[in-house]
């Protein structure tokens, strides 16, 4: 297996732009989370997903981000309009409901909001 | 509410010399401690899940111990490539989510 798949690696984009991180979590999978990582913050959960479904969306900071989970194999996290405290990096990560082999991560997605 | 706390931040070891790093927690009804890895513009990778306490678990250099209000990672005889981020993680009763310390930064020197 590929592991958990997040698109892009790196994004650079202007203050008000509209931004969509997007990751493939691994096949069988039934848990999907999005975790942002700051230095000041360290890893905070913002939601996640069982079963394709939103269970826990309180880390949400605000109402300009939004995750949508379409089908088992994607799911995205859009930020609309960006501002530069945005600037992050974004992991995506799944799991099996026991967690007994742990959540595997990907690799991140670094955004800068300038 | 789940809170993690992760000491010290920072650590920087001579090659072989041993050392341990600390996780406190509170949680409701703990269902499972994790010790992950992170290095430099990487995701955090799995290395352990503790369930109870008195459980340890080893993987090569590394033991992982868990009381009722703490867990320990011991690093024995460290070498250059044991340099990482150290991060430890509750699930609790409420939900199936990973709450997160703010990591442990170890640097081996050879």
């Known amino acids: 297996d590929a592991g958990v798949i997040q698109s892009p690696r790196h994004e650079v984009t202007e203050m008000g732009q509209e931004v969509t991180l997007r990751c493939k979590p691994i096949?069988?999978?039934?848990?999907l989370f999005w975790y942002r990582q700051t230095m000041m913050r360290g890893l905070e959960l913002l939601i996640y997903?069982?079963?394709?479904?939103?269970?826990?969306d309180s880390g949400m900071p605000e109402d300009r981000f939004s995750a949508k989970m379409p089908n088992a194999s994607f799911s995205t996290l859009k930020i609309q309009p960006s501002e530069p405290r945005d600037s992050a990096v974004y992991f995506c990560?799944?799991?099996?409901?026991?967690?007994?082999?742990?959540?595997?991560f990907g690799s991140g997605t670094r955004l800068t909001v300038v | 509410e789940d809170q993690v706390t992760q000491s010290p931040e920072a650590l920087r070891l001579q090659e072989g010399e041993s050392s341990s790093l600390n996780c406190s927690y509170t949680?409701?009804?703990?269902?499972?401690l994790f010790w992950y890895r992170q290095d430099p513009g990487k995701g955090p990778e799995f290395l352990f899940t503790?369930?109870?306490a008195g459980e340890e678990k080893e993987k090569e250099r590394l033991k992982a111990t868990l009381t009722k209000k703490e867990s320990f990672l011991h690093i024995t005889a460290p070498k250059p490539e044991d340099s990482a981020t150290y991060l430890c993680?509750?699930?609790?009763?409420?939900?199936?989510?990973?709450?997160f310390g703010g990591g442990t930064r170890v640097l081996v020197k050879p």
């Open positions: 949680v409701s009804g703990l269902r499972g």
């Open positions: 096949s069988g999978h039934d848990y």
């Open positions: 990560a799944s799991s099996l409901s026991s967690g007994v082999y742990g959540y595997t």
């Open positions: 503790l369930y109870s």
């Open positions: 997903f069982n079963n394709n479904v939103p269970i826990d």
């Open positions: 993680a509750v699930r609790g009763a409420a939900g199936n989510k990973l709450t």
